[in-house]
């Protein structure tokens, strides 16, 4: 397996509990099977926490690309930011639907993508706005955090296929 730089980091946000707003980070920890340290999925208080995940670990992280983003700003005629998506982990330069499967390096922490992120009620009444039309056939992915670690904005995202 060839590995390629394939994007950056450019935002990491967590939620303490459960609706609480998302806060950002310039670094934080990757804890492997469980999530990102004082986000309310590693807690499992997530509003998903209790729904059995089709691949364990799955609900640990999630993460969304700048193309997303772009693309439902245009659908919705919105301008919103990364944070207002409720991902953890937002990156530039890389297209996550297209890697479903496929293992990431940020730093020390490799993350597998899991499935896709399908937007939620939650995430419409919190925009207020029709996301499902909005991220349709987008939302970012999930990913389990196989090597845990400390990850910073700024790093790259290394495919290692």
Known sequence: MTECHAGVLRGIYIAAERGAPMTAADAITAIAGEGLDGDRYAAGTG???????????????SLIDAADIARCNERLGLHLYAKALRRNLFIEGLDLLARRGQRLAIGPVV?????RCA????LSRT???????GLYRGGGMRGVIETGGRICVGQAVICLG
């Open 127 to 133: 925009v207020g706005a029709d996301m499902r039309r």
């Open 47 to 61: 509003t998903f926490s209790k729904r059995a995940a089709l691949t364990p670990g799955a609900r640990a992280l």
């Open 119 to 122: 937007p939620c009620g939650l």
């Open 111 to 115: 993350v597998r993508l899991s499935g």
